[in-house]
């Protein structure tokens, strides 16, 4: 069972820049892939970014195009999600992923915990 350690998020005012930290304890055979998904307050769980392991391939979603970059670190196992100028739209539980990258999004096998970003406006 992989267990996925998310950190890094926290309380910031508009505008503001948090990068958030996700380390896998290990690697599969079934995941080739990790990154982030988030979930506002009553709203559902949306994809917001994933890169693959072995070949770099990084995929984004729409609303944060441009705004956002993921990174990664193979020898750590860890993920990086860069959140500079921060909205307040932004607010959400942020949830780490590993799985398979698809043609657009990340389909994940593996969650993290969730950590919460809160963007004061």
């Known amino acids: 069972q992989v267990q996925l350690a998310e950190s890094g998020g926290g309380l910031v005012q508009a505008g503001g820049s948090l990068r958030l930290s996700c380390t896998a304890s290990e690697r599969t055979f079934s995941t080739n892939a990790m990154g982030w998904f988030r979930q506002a307050p009553g709203k559902g769980r949306e994809f917001v970014a994933a890169i693959g392991w072995d070949n770099g391939v990084i995929k984004y979603a729409d609303a944060i195009k441009g705004r956002f970059t993921i990174s990664r670190d193979n020898a750590k196992i860890t993920v990086y999600l860069q959140m500079p100028a921060l909205k307040p739209d932004d607010t959400a539980v942020y949830y780490c992923?590993?799985?398979?990258?698809?043609?657009?999004?990340?389909?994940?096998?593996?969650w993290g915990q969730g950590t919460q970003v809160t963007v004061l406006s």
């Open positions: 992923a590993a799985g398979v990258l698809g043609v657009a999004v990340l389909l994940p096998e593996y």
